[in-house]
Nanobody
Framework: VRLVESGGDLVQPGGSLRLSCAASGDIFSIDTLGWYRQAPGRQRELVATAAKGGSTKYADSVKGRFTISRDNDENAVYLQMNSLRPEDTAAYYC???????????????WGQGTQVTVSS
């Protein structure tokens, strides 16, 4: 299983970005797909998750600004980020939990990260 993120960039405060993450491999389904972020000197933190059944969860700091969505057929997850702030600057990581593959059950995978920088 491999997770590949894309979409990170330098954007001005108030701007928008859309992150994408595609999972590849012999995957039947993924229970939960999500986004985490890590700023320099800080711990990795949850941004948003989306369960296969449709439920979503967001960090309080991004509620109303970020929207997570997933495509179960494509094993992909997206993060639409609006009204970006300098404090959103971080490396954003895609996460997959509960992956069912031809080989059986895999607990968790991480992507390599994509950098989001919010600065004027």
């Amino acid at each position: 299983v491999r997770l590949v993120e894309s979409g990170g960039d330098l954007v001005q405060p108030g701007g928008s970005l859309r992150l994408s993450c595609a999972a590849s491999g012999d995957i039947f389904s993924i229970d939960t797909l999500g986004w985490y972020r890590q700023a320099p000197g800080r711990q990795r933190e949850l941004v948003a998750t989306a369960a296969k059944g449709g439920s979503t969860k967001y960090a309080d700091s991004v509620k109303g600004r970020f929207t997570i969505s997933r495509d179960n057929d494509e094993n992909a997850v997206y993060l639409q980020m609006n009204s970006l702030r300098p404090e959103d600057t971080a490396a954003y990581y895609c996460n997959a939990e509960g992956i069912w593959t031809l080989s059986g059950y895999e607990s968790e995978y991480w992507g390599q990260g994509t950098q989001v920088t919010v600065s004027s």
